[in-house]
């Protein structure tokens, strides 16, 4: 069987989707000994080095914009996968090419611009509405990092259910206590961390419910003398509001905005903070969670969409639309010690049921089933 796979995304910055590409595609290329793989996009931004089974195709020039990016999918590459003699096309993310006729395996991460539309940008949103809707339609098979993005799938597209696979993220080995520890004294250096801190990860968009986190961090500060908020991510979309929300609320000398932080060095962070505030609106699956209990950090996560699955008892769930809870919640996870160290060592323990081995292993099987000629009919 004869694989292609679509990593130009690569090209692009450092999401949570980027991360998927990465972690998978190489473990992929190491267990399909019997496959064949194509990877369409630059060597460079990835570990697979070619050989018998894995070979590379770049773009004839840089992609280096989204629109150049789609015109190239949806024109130049069905024609190489023709050319190339590709038997199943793997898309990691979400868009399959239109004027491709043969079997397609697309991996979709969320629907949040279908569930929460006034969280992301216009343009992108109208976009990702029409092709997200048509691949997983059209696609042989349709991978779901989560049963909660499967179950939307099926609810906003009409997608059959027996098209969906769910085969949710794995954790990086890096994200463990001793390595976590190892890397602390170099990420509180470098990056200014105060000694004590509450940490937020991810990038700054209204989905993230960033507006509520901080007017629950200043209510909780209101009952005790918290650390200060420590937010980690790249700025997205409307992000200067929330730094226009920190002055109107008073608290803006007890927020750091630290931006973006190599992946490599998020261990680090997460052992030096005091718990993880993540009270996302809409997640797919929602890395910073598992990240931080696989470095024995205390979590606190939304109870919706994908979080209960991913945190499961490692934990603590709130409901991410009530500003009191997330108080409460703030409050318990960092004055409650007994708490603290009961959320840890079950968080450590959920973190160990996500790998990247398995997650390669399933994601091959999908493949294989949607080259079968059964699967076509």
């Not at 070979?55 to 992609?63: I, M, Q």
């Not at 994200?175 to 801190?197: C, G, H, T």
């Amino acid at each position: 069987m004869r694989v292609g796979i679509n990593v130009h995304l690569l090209s692009t910055t450092h999401t949570g989707i980027q991360h998927y590409i990465r972690a998978l595609v190489p473990e992929m290329a190491t267990q399909a000994t019997s496959h064949e793989i194509v990877l369409y996009g630059e060597s460079a931004q990835l570990p697979v080095p070619a050989g018998e089974q894995v070979r590379w195709v770049p773009a004839s020039r840089p992609l280096r914009s989204g629109a150049q990016r789609v015109l190239w999918e949806q024109t130049v590459l069905p024609r190489q996968l023709r050319r190339d003699g590709v038997d199943v096309f793997f898309s990691p993310a979400f868009v399959l090419p239109i004027l491709w006729g043969g079997a397609g395996v697309v991996t979709v991460h969320d629907l949040n611009f279908e569930v929460s539309p006034e969280t992301i940008h216009p343009v992108r949103r109208a976009y990702l509405r029409r092709i997200t809707r048509w691949s997983a339609q059209r696609a042989r098979k349709v991978i779901a990092i989560s049963q909660s993005t499967a179950s939307d799938i099926v609810r906003l597209y009409s997608v059959p259910s027996q098209k969906l696979v769910v085969i949710p993220y794995g954790l990086d080995a890096m994200f463990n206590p001793e390595n976590a520890r190892a890397l602390e004294p170099m990420v509180r250096k470098r990056y200014s961390l105060p000694e004590r801190f509450l940490l937020f990860v991810g990038t700054l968009e209204p989905r993230k419910n960033l507006p509520r986190l901080l007017e629950a961090y200043t209510l909780a500060r209101r009952q005790a003398n918290l650390p200060p908020l420590v937010l980690v991510g790249a700025p997205g979309w409307q992000h200067e509001r929330i730094l226009a929300q920190a002055r109107r609320l008073g608290i803006e000398r007890h927020i750091l905005f630290a931006g973006y932080i190599p992946r490599e060095h998020l261990p680090g962070v997460y052992a030096a903070a005091s718990a993880l505030l993540y009270p996302s609106l809409y997640e797919g699956f929602g890395l910073p969670p598992l990240e931080a209990m696989g470095c024995g950090t205390p979590v606190l996560a939304s109870n919706t969409s994908a979080m209960p699955e991913v945190v499961g008892d490692g934990g603590i769930l709130i409901d991410p639309r009530d500003v009191q809870k997330i108080a409460d919640g703030i409050l318990r996870i960092t004055l409650d010690e007994m708490l603290r160290q009961q959320v840890i060592k079950r968080g450590l323990e959920r973190a160990k049921l996500f790998r990247w081995d398995e997650v390669a292993e399933h994601t091959l099987r999908v493949l294989e089933e949607a080259y079968s000629p059964s699967s076509a009919r």
